[in-house]
């Protein structure tokens, strides 16, 4: 399995922008699906979005669609979140996930995605 670590997130003002990253430690990701989801307080875990090996195809959900934009960088073997126009209802704890290696299929269930990161706390607040 490959191992995921969130960072960049924090405080921002509604309206504002921020940058979430997932690395990867100790193996290459570019043989991995890798996914974006949220979880807020007292709600289930929600898609936000996915990319495809290569990055040429990716994934949004309705919601984010517009104002968050999924990139993927395998030299570095990171995956990032741009999140523009925040609101308060993009509060939550960000995880980013990979799907077993070897498929090149993107998903929306947060069940076909099996390694985790810890997740970091993104919170939009004046």
């Known amino acids: 399995q490959v191992q995921l670590g969130e960072s960049g997130g924090g405080l921002v003002q509604p309206g504002g922008s921020l940058r979430v990253s997932c690395a990867s430690s100790?193996?290459?990701?570019?043989?991995?699906?890798v996914g974006w989801f949220r979880q807020a307080p007292g709600k289930e875990r929600e898609f936000v979005a996915t990319?495809?090996?290569?990055?040429?195809?990716?994934s949004y959900a309705d919601s984010v669609k517009g104002r968050f934009t999924i990139s993927r960088d395998n030299v570095k073997n990171t995956v990032y979140l741009e999140m523009n126009s925040l609101n308060p209802e993009d509060t939550a704890v960000y995880y980013c996930?990979?799907?077993?290696?070897?498929?090149?299929?993107?998903?929306?269930?947060?069940?076909?995605?099996?390694?985790w990161g810890q997740g970091t706390q993104v919170t939009v607040s004046s």
């Open positions: 100790g193996r290459t990701l570019n043989n991995y699906v």
């Open positions: 990319i495809s090996w290569s990055g040429a195809r990716t």
């Open positions: 996930a990979a799907r077993r290696r070897g498929i090149d299929i993107l998903s929306t269930k947060d069940d076909e995605y099996d390694n």
